[in-house]
């Protein structure tokens, strides 16, 4: 873990779950003046533990209705094929997350689609980029919790 302190924890607690509080709220919430904020905000930034600022939009409000997670048995187990796997995910905007994972299947895709024809499309894409050793699906009937927040609490 990098060397935060408490301030800096308490920082990222409140940025993960809103961005946009102004910095005299922030500083109220956390005991530190505003410019304190800003300068250890800068500072995490510069470090590398703030990646990025962005935007969570509701999926459903856009029409994509459906989560599914694909698992991936790999069609060969080499550098090029690792690569052509790598290039053909980052490639398709409806994956939102690629695992490699230890066990009985190699990679675990999590991707957003309208319906179960926006799934079949996404499917035949990724095919024709890569060949798969075997491809299965599952799909969330309910999201019961999903979050970005780190669990900074427990560290």
């Given amino acids: 873990m990098k060397n935060i302190d408490d301030f800096d924890r308490k ?24 410019n304190a904020c800003w300068r250890r905000i800068k500072a995490l930034e510069a470090a590398g533990t703030i ?8 999926p459903e409000h856009l ?27 980052a ?6 997350s690629v695992y490699r994972m230890t066990g009985d299947l190699d990679y675990l895709i999590r991707a957003r689609v309208r319906d179960m024809a926006g799934y079949d499309r996404l499917y035949r894409a990724l095919i024709a980029k890569v060949p798969m ?3 299965s699906a599952s799909f969330v009937m309910e999201q019961i919790k999903d979050t970005t927040e780190l669990p900074l609490h427990e560290t």
Avoid: C, Y
């Avoid at 993960?16 to 530190?32: K, W």
């Fill in 91 to 96: 490639s398709l905007p409806q994956i939102q």
């Fill in 133 to 135: 050793g075997d491809v």
């Fill in 51 to 58: 990646t990025k600022r962005v935007a969570l939009l509701e």
């Fill in 63 to 89: 029409g994509l209705n459906l989560t599914v997670f694909m698992q991936i048995r790999a069609g060969a187990h080499d550098a090029d094929w690792l690569v052509r796997f790598a290039r053909a995910t």
């Fill in 11 to 34: 920082i990222l607690i409140q940025l993960q779950r809103d961005t946009d509080l102004p910095l005299d709220a922030l500083g109220e919430i956390v005991g530190l003046s505003r």
